[in-house]
């Protein structure tokens, strides 16, 4: 604790402005003992955040009371340790028999949660940030799918269900990777006319969402629901569809 009447140092006014550990000071050739059990305290988290199942049950129940259908797929990865070590089998559904398929035109919208590499993320996050999507969704009257929770899923496994709930535009939310100082952020994907095969660059990304400290739900919600209007428009996504809304503009091509 610094004594009273002493002036802060240099870096008191710059760590409001970053979570970024900077100034930590030093203890002979080794950081202060308060600043190591800190970041081995932000690594733990970190390392729960990717390990650790999320809660399903208590997110289906959650989604559940906002009148939503939910389903339930899984990716080809059989558990964990292999979904960590074989990116490719997270992005490909093991069976898709409990999500119907379109038999003609589909829902506007689909909505799916994969849980990436940070549970908490969808534990502290999800429901409210559907919440958030389908107030905007109903309120523009666009129809939304039955929303699917996809466990050991990568962004990739949302265009084959997409393209099997015959969706115009599809969101994945996803945990995304956690840091030393960010363990709960999740992004959202959008991919205009999902199916298997779709690249990256196809997608627009809405990334760091977690308040108070990250984007908010309802930020997150109102740029969205701008690049699916602007992705049915241009009927397209990702490079060609540009975000043109910092301050709530437009967004479109």
Request: with cysteine.
């Amino acid at each position: 604790m610094r004594p009273e009447g002493e002036a802060p140092d240099f870096w008191t006014p710059l760590r409001t402005a970053t979570r970024s550990r900077i100034g930590l000071g030093r203890a002979g050739d080794a950081l202060p003992t308060a600043q190591v059990l800190a970041l081995r305290s932000a690594h733990a988290v970190a390392r729960d955040a990717v390990h650790l199942p999320w809660g399903a049950d208590a997110i289906e129940r959650g989604l559940r009371d906002l009148g939503l259908e939910v389903l339930r797929v899984a990716s080809q990865a059989p558990d964990r340790a292999t979904y960590l070590r074989r990116p490719d089998l997270g992005r490909r559904p093991a069976d898709l028999s409990a999500v119907p398929e379109a038999g003609g035109a589909g829902p506007d919208v689909g909505i799916v949660l994969a849980d990436g590499l940070s549970a908490k993320a969808h534990d502290d996050h999800a429901v409210p940030m559907v919440a958030a999507l389908l107030d905007r969704f109903r309120r523009a009257e666009l129809r939304v799918a039955p929303v699917v929770l996809a466990e050991q899923a990568r962004v990739g496994i949302g265009d084959h269900i997409g393209e099997r709930l015959g969706v115009r535009t599809l969101i994945v939310l996803v945990g995304e990777r956690p840091g030393l100082s960010v363990a709960d952020s999740l992004g959202a994907y959008l991919t205009h006319e999902p199916r298997a095969g779709r690249r990256d660059s196809e997608r627009n990304c809405v990334s760091n969402i977690h308040p108070p400290d990250g984007l908010g739900y309802d930020r997150a919600a109102d740029v969205l629901l701008g690049l699916v209007r602007g992705a049915r428009e241009l009927g397209a996504s990702g490079v060609a569809l540009k975000d043109r809304s910092p301050a709530g503009g437009e967004i479109g091509p």
